[in-house]
């Protein structure tokens, strides 16, 4: 969508987690620039190595500001020097994941803890730690919006999601429990729970192909790609959604809606016939 509707003219922020061109934080960056908003991109250190945020500032006149979100004195620093570049800012984006029992191929039954730990802290601790920062140097202004990523692996198992279910259920949590907290002041959050994408933290899970595949076929208007999740973050990043809080907002094409449809009858129809073709 080239056309801008300036939903954000005006608006400062920090986008956490654009890593490569297929990150939902790029696309969120891009659309965000293209909506009026002026901001700061952050990932971790060892991003700086492994992606290529620096083409993403560039195109969008951004600074960058690495910070590990695992890290208090990295996230308090950022919140600091987010005022002295903008003054207060309008909002935040959360689009932080990383699984690493997951990524390791250690299965659910068998979850390493220390990892555990970290996956937690990671994807959806950081999210508090984010908020806390923000509030006690009083980054963000009355009325600003969060947004952090989810998936509904936290509300429904998906197998192979393992861990991640679990991060994303606490993630979930903590944006209500901050909500709660938050809105006296007008400052809303909210998680989108966005379809299967193709991004480097997407395609760590094992069996995300026949994941992704599911979802397109199950969903009446197929995955959600990261433009259109890009859009709707937009959306509640303006002042169009300012009664919005607290909740989990499907962005998935009708899936969290489905329980099993035509398509996919004739898929197993199809599946099944072939199992007794072979047998
Ligand atoms: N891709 C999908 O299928 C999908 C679906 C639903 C939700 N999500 C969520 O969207 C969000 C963004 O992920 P993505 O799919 O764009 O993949 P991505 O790999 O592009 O983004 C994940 C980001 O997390 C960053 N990160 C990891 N550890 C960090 C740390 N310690 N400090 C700061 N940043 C750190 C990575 O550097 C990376 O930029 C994640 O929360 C993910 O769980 C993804």
Redesign the pocket.
């Known amino acids: 969508m080239a056309h801008s509707y300036g939903l954000l003219d005006g608006k400062t922020g920090v986008i956490?987690?654009?890593?490569?061109e297929?990150?939902?934080?790029w696309a969120i960056a891009q659309a965000a620039h293209r909506e009026g908003a002026r901001f700061i991109l952050s990932?971790?250190p060892i991003?700086r190595r492994?992606?290529t945020l620096g083409t993403l500032a560039e195109q969008t006149g951004s600074t960058i500001i690495w910070?590990?979100?695992?890290d208090d004195d990295d996230i308090r620093a950022l919140f600091e020097q987010a005022k002295e570049q903008f003054g207060q800012i309008h909002f935040i984006v959360h689009?932080?994941?990383?699984g690493v029992n997951v990524r390791k191929k250690k299965p659910y039954e068998d979850l390493n803890y220390d990892w555990y730990r970290k996956t937690l802290d990671?994807?959806a601790i950081?999210l508090h730690r984010i908020v806390h920062h923000a509030m006690d140097t009083d980054a963000l202004a009355d009325g600003g919006s969060i947004v952090a990523?989810?998936?509904i692996g936290a509300q429904r198992v998906f197998a192979k999601y393992s861990e991640?279910g679990d991060a994303?259920a606490l993630l979930e949590s903590i944006v209500r429990t901050w909500g709660s907290r938050l809105g006296r002041r007008g400052i809303r959050i909210n998680a989108i729970?966005?379809?299967?994408?193709r991004?480097?933290?997407?395609t760590g899970i094992v069996g995300f192909d026949a994941l992704f595949a599911y979802g397109d076929s199950l969903s009446p208007l197929g995955n959600a790609d990261a433009e259109s999740c890009a859009d709707y973050t937009i959306t509640l990043l303006s002042d169009l959604t300012r009664m919005v809080t607290m909740q989990t907002l499907y962005h998935d094409g009708g899936f969290s809606s489905m329980g099993i449809s035509e398509e996919s009858v004739q898929d197993l129809l199809k599946a099944l016939a072939s199992n007794q073709d072979e047998g």
């Not at 956490?16 to 490569?20: C, I, M, R, S």
């Open positions: 956490f987690g654009a890593l490569n297929s990150s939902l934080a990932n971790a991003a492994l992606g910070a590990d979100a695992t689009a932080i994941g990383m990671i994807s950081s990523l989810s998936y991640m994303k729970s966005q379809s299967p994408t991004t480097t933290a997407g």
